[in-house]
């Protein structure tokens, strides 16, 4: 069995390991103070062209989440999410259990826009008597693999910006959005057009670990207290600096993302070619094809994947990922037997 | 400069490392569902000698302690610890930030008895305009180093399920307590006389884990949950469960920390011949020496450790911690800088 | 003007106030331990038919859902309520803010169904990511004036208790429903077939003032203390009791809230005359009439209301309340001034 | 049996109750924006004389507490109380339930000096592994029955604010406070030397009911959204109102705290005379006089009170406590039993 449920399935990328093992005995101090992290600042700060920026290194995306939005909402405020948004649907209430509402919304492709907010600000009028909207969430890739555009993210960014909102852009994949094809947002943009967001290592090549920045770095004075509060401070923070150190050193993390996308494309071309259609119109590393049922109990015989919703009758869409760690082969394989498939 | 500062300055004991590296590619289901996991987790339950607990695995102690609590105390109750207990002076307001006061009592070293629990109680009387006392929360080995003996573990847990409450044993530095001279606890004592416990691995050889063990498994019924909107639920649990799967496989954890123990023993010697006398009786890695501020002037040329506690014009204790990492040799230095000052 | 805007423009029915200056200059218990509270405790049991019941007076309907709620809920529980429910719409994020997420289904009417819960239920199986449904809160009357049936509530409370789910209803206007021309249910059917609810004092003449019940004894344990912690605990509780002693030592409150519906309908009949329609289905005293915008315009000269939606370039619904204290002579004009427009 | 215990064993003063009655049936708005909260406001600001002033009106002094202060604080900020500060020792954990740690200080009289503030800020310094104070919580009276001069006010509010802390103060028995024979405070200075204040109504004649100042109106911003968050917004809020229009609209409120404080200070002259001691040096409405057990017993006979505290084998104190309420005869009833007793 081979399994495309995921991009955690395997460890980290060994160059890596290689790296916490080359600096594993060097005496550092804790809590984050390590020379690892102050180097990995740097070089994201310089890649996102914001030398102003707050640079934290995180141990995963829930725990991320939580932590920026509960630290930057008052008890009356509220976040607002698409009703595919990760914290809306995938985190056991983690934004709920700070206390804070999330505000959800239909959407069609996992994004938002500026019609999404401003409908949903009119319907939050009564004050007191509902929540405030403070931050609208975002995800790119999102969670069904669709990515934003330079001119979506700007358009939402100004309607943030005209309404009192801050931007949270949750980069669980931003790795994967930021190398499909059809994408044109660049680092540097996410330096510019949202108030904080975060890049996600744990699904691109490491063991564990994020990185959260606050582009403006007066929202992010105190947070340390935040992280350390809710157990996110790791006595050996050099475990995740070392990590993005690595990734960020060179090109590594794109190359990683870019490698994942390019498998998930061959399989996407062969579906298609095949005749099948798609749930979402994804160009990153999380497919959603619409495969007769037939299919998916053939596949399901050599491989692993979420059966993702029933279509109908004889059809329902499953979700294929793939990473850095996939394996060609085994992508060779699955488009053979989805061919060799009648 | 050699730091005692504490006992993670470096990353992980090398065989762990190697762990990591040797399983890396194998595919594993996330979320703490991998083999490794099941292996670690069987392991644990034998050398407890407790077959029906349920054990987790969790990036470190304060994440640690804020999810057992907050998970296991109703809105209204309360966690009874010592003054010097980390869940009362070292974590932020982690509990409280999970909406329970902590009653913090006053000791001598460190340590809780059935008297002051008892005399808690008595105080949290006036129903309902105080909280209620629900668990007792106790360190081994405590903040300042000292260990309980089996006789006081034994009677603070009748006094607790005599009292409706439950016992819950941080053991951040469990290893070093267990390995003690004066010990006569054994792991299968903690699968006995405590409700929930937990052993510390970031401080004892792991990049990072805690491995958190609740005796009746009543008490963890739904705690996955909590672990996820927590943000503790780690896509990629391998990193956690292969480190704890390395450390118990056979005597690893206790060898690191019977060497830790041992380097301590051996400075707190020296500091005794010379006459100095010790702020709390410490019989494990943390010692709390008293010393001349002349002579630590003398010693902080070379060494980093934390200036604990102003004792009087001339005098002052500080904090000197060793781990398995610590380098014989410096040990060495150490004593002859100590001995040879005058 | 005259306001028809809600059921809480005036003070309390007169008996109220003269019992509480009856009773005024007696010496009582504080913290509701008032012997008036004893005996509206026990005219209550008696009237639900469930001796066994344990009953809380609390101040108003967003207090009561809180504490109830977060009392009933542990962490990782979430609640199931209609997305017209007052909890999910009115209350600020009130349950949110107790830490507990808020699953919010579209209803036709209101009112939630066995279909909805199970619908719910089904798509919160991947746990641990997703919360776990612990409670369904349903309103009756509903926020938008229709009723439950007596089967309605068995076939709700029977597929609650099939899926380990509490049954909590919201009485803020019970005895609207409980009075309604096409209700059959009664107050020892509420003590029976479900297992927490509140009867409505503020909106059906007390000054403020909910009577929260506990079918179950044992859920209601401790709940005092929680009561105290959310600052609900009145230092004189006895305005709250003598309050409910007065409305249900007799008949007193269903009178009232029959005299509110009675209003309503007087006005409902005179809008279906004139040929309009309503959004709701509404036999209590809440109504939400269609109306051309050039009625409303006219109406609004003389008399306060809501504007309640847009219905289209013409029409729009408002909400028209009446409550015990409405004056008859108010109803007659409004309906002639509905009569005379054209 | 004639009643010591505390200042809310009857109702409200008599001319409260008649202007409830004068007002009740004249259409108001709900939710705190009827024409007598205006009123009562305007009359507050005029009496603090701090027009800028935000005021709210709430029900109880655990629910005021709990809402300013978890308004005020953000996630890792705590309060400072003293150890008898009521949010410390009589809230069932209220504040800590909001996310809170209540850092306590060992006082004498129950008061707080900027001594306290400096070393407690001390003691907080290792950041980010302790929460980070932010407000300064003390009581005017204190729960002792001592009471703040304008100096020592003005010192600590001038230590607040060069420290960058905001001073509250809990004024649930104020009116006691600002009529005490030694008392040189005025309403005016409340007004200025700290940032957040409460007058009580409660405990000084009003049914229920605290009236919160925000002497900055920045503070205050959004406060109503808490206020309906946490359950404390009444439908009728004309019920606070206008008692505090009626406490307010002359000198009400001081003449009844003023008769309380009277029969206290006769009580006190008769202990003292009998050459007893007391255990705190209260001047306001609140005794606690160390007696001997076999007195203790006789008084009992005919009087509640608290046991507030053993002392010895043969002496308590207990706590007396009068009211506006308070009997004349019952107070010189208790002076003779006292004198007789031998």
New interface residues.
């Given amino acids: 069995m081979?399994?495309f449920?995921?991009d955690?399935?395997?460890?980290?990328h060994?160059r890596i390991?290689d790296k916490?093992?080359e600096?594993?005995?060097?005496?550092?101090?804790?809590y984050g103070e390590d020379e690892y992290a102050k180097e990995a600042k740097a070089i994201i700060k310089r890649k996102i062209a914001n030398e102003l920026a707050s640079v934290y290194f995180l141990?995963?995306?829930?725990?991320?989440?939580?932590?920026v939005l509960?630290?930057l909402l008052?008890?009356?405020e509220?976040v607002i999410s698409a009703k595919t948004g990760h914290i809306y649907?995938?985190?056991?209430?983690?934004i709920?259990?700070?206390?804070?509402?999330?505000i959800s919304i239909d959407t069609i492709n996992g994004k938002l826009t500026p019609d999404d907010i401003i409908k949903t600000l009119n319907e939050h009028a009564l004050?007191?008597?509902?929540?405030?909207p403070r931050i609208v969430y975002i995800s790119n890739s999102t969670e069904i693999g669709t990515i934003y555009t330079l001119l979506e993210l700007q358009a939402l960014y100004g309607c943030c910006q005209e309404n009192h909102l801050l931007l949270y852009l949750d980069g669980a994949r931003l790795g994967h959005a930021l190398t499909a094809a059809n994408n044109d947002l660049s680092l540097s943009d996410l330096g510019k057009y949202c108030d904080v967001f975060y890049i996600g290592g744990?699904?691109n090549g490491a063991?564990?670990g994020e990185a959260v920045i606050f582009n403006k770095p007066e929202l992010a004075m105190?947070f340390?207290?935040?992280?350390?509060?809710?157990?996110?401070?790791?006595?050996?923070g050099?475990?995740l600096s070392v990590q993005f150190l690595e990734l960020f050193k060179d090109n590594l993390y794109f190359q990683l993302a870019q490698k994942a996308n390019s498998y998930a494309m061959q399989i996407a071309k062969a579906i298609k070619e095949k005749g099948y259609s798609f749930l979402t119109d994804s160009t990153t590393n999380q497919l959603f094809p619409i495969l007769p049922k037939s299919l998916i109990q053939v596949l399901s015989q050599k491989y692993q994947f979420y059966i993702w919703k029933e279509i109908d009758h004889d059809y329902a869409a499953i979700r294929l990922i793939t990473s850095w760690?996939t394996e060609e082969e085994q992508v060779v394989n699955f488009i053979d037997d989805l061919k060799t498939f009648r």
């Fill in positions: 081979y399994s449920k995921n955690y399935s395997e460890g980290a060994p390991l916490l093992i600096t594993n005995l060097i005496q550092q101090p804790g141990s995963g995306g829930t725990q991320t989440n939580l932590l509960s630290f008052r008890v009356h509220a649907a995938n985190e056991t209430g983690a709920e259990a700070t206390g804070h509402k999330v004050a007191p008597h509902v929540v405030k744990t699904k063991l564990l105190d340390e207290y935040a992280v350390k509060q809710k157990g996110a401070l790791l006595a050996k050099r475990v760690a």
